[in-house]
Each structure stands twice: as structure tokens, then as C-alpha cells.
């Protein structure tokens, strides 16, 4: 299955696992995550840096056809329902808001930024294993924080849905546009600065005239 890629150019020294890197919708509802997978995707996340290693973040784990894996897919907005419920796992990816009985947190305004890092660990990682994620805010936050009694203290964030890709056939017209779209990204000199606001350094303005097609 040919992948899209950027039709931008894109640097030829990132490592493959950040060029191959993409969001699929189509998922191989044959394919089953094994328990030696899904522990090396959450040790990558436990590993990921934090402020003063504070660690904010949680995650509920639901495998393709479990009642946690279920439940979390009831909860999804339409959009997200067209396609995740073939992936082979959903997790809920939850950030710590404030200090609790369970945790103690001495950083809570960076808790979000922290969880963002753990899910990136984590999304290096599937890649490295030969699967991909695809993460999503699309779902009722409040319903399930209720469903499944996350503490106060902690706030549903997003979800992640791992997997290996599947036929795009199997997807709605309107979902499969989005799965089958190139990826492309903002140029360095729009959001990289130096000196003051809105100034390019002179090393990010130049962009190298290659792209990077992976068939």
C-alpha cells in the first residue's frame, strides 16, 4: 500500500521514523496487538521527560473487542466512529491537573505539555515496531471521565488508536479523502524566530529542493 507524503519539501536527514510517520483511518481489523508491543509502547511513554520527572500522566487501555476498548468507541464523535473501531487498540490518554492521594504533582501547569511528550514517545515507538497511531480529541470528555471514575484531579485529554493499516476501501467517501490526503506542514520560517517575533534565523529560511515520496 503506497503511503502519501508530504508534497512539501522535507529534510532527508530526519530519521525514517519521523518521515514514515502517519495518522492512518483505515486499520487491518485482523491484525492484534500482543501484550510485548503494547508494553514497549507504554514504557516508551513512561520514559519521557517531565517537569522535575513528575510524571502527570495515565492511560486506560482498551484492546479490540474488550469492554474498555468498547466503551471508550461509544463515546466518539461520529467522525472518529467512521474508523477507529477496526484499530487494535484505544487508549485514553489522561493528564494530571492538580496533586492527589495517589500522586503528588509540584508542576501542574505543565502537565499537558508533559502528556504530549509521553504520547510522542509512544507514537515513535509504535512506528519502530512496525505499527501506527492515530490520536484524536474527537469524543465526550465528561462521559468518559464518568464512565470509567477518573478523579478530579486528572482530566481526560485525548485518545490514541495503534494499529497497522488496512484497505482504504473500507472507509466512507468522506473518510477516506481525509485518510488518503497528502501530509504537509507548515515551513520552518513560518514558526521558527529568532531576535524578536516574525524574524527567520537565516538557517531555517533556506528550504533544501528535495521531497521525500514513500512508495
Do not use: C
Not at 479490540?64 to 487498540?89: C, I, M, P, Q, V
Amino acid at each position: 500500500m503506497a503511503l502519501l507524503r508530504d508534497p512539501d519539501i522535507v529534510s532527508p536527514a530526519l530519521t525514517d521514523l519521523l518521515i514514515e510517520r502517519w495518522s492512518p483511518r483505515a486499520w487491518d481489523d485482523q491484525h492484534t496487538i500482543s501484550q510485548e508491543q503494547l508494553h514497549l509502547l507504554l514504557e516508551a511513554a513512561r520514559w519521557a521527560p517531565s517537569s522535575g520527572n513528575s510524571q502527570p500522566w495515565s492511560f486506560i487501555v482498551g484492546l479490540r473487542g474488550d469492554e474498555t476498548f468498547d466503551a471508550f468507541y461509544e463515546h466518539l464523535s461520529r467522525g472518529n466512529k467512521a474508523w477507529a473501531n477496526r484499530a487494535s487498540a484505544l487508549i485514553v490518554a489522561i493528564r494530571q491537573v492538580e496533586s492527589g492521594p495517589d500522586h503528588e504533582l509540584p508542576w501542574a501547569g505543565y502537565s499537558q505539555y508533559d502528556l504530549g511528550q509521553a504520547a510522542a514517545h509512544l507514537t515513535v515507538q509504535a512506528h519502530a515496531l512496525g505499527l501506527h497511531v492515530h490520536q484524536f480529541a474527537g469524543f465526550d470528555h465528561a462521559a468518559v471521565q464518568e464512565h470509567f471514575s477518573v478523579p478530579a484531579h486528572w482530566e481526560v485529554t485525548t485518545g490514541i488508536a495503534v494499529g497497522v493499516p488496512g484497505d482504504s476501501s473500507v472507509l466512507d467517501d468522506v473518510t477516506r479523502a481525509k485518510d488518503e490526503a497528502p501530509r504537509t506542514r507548515r515551513p520552518l520560517q513560518e514558526f521558527v524566530f529568532t531576535g524578536r517575533w516574525g524574524q527567520t534565523p537565516i538557517d531555517v529560511a533556506v528550504d533544501a529542493p528535495q521531497r521525500l515520496l514513500q512508495t
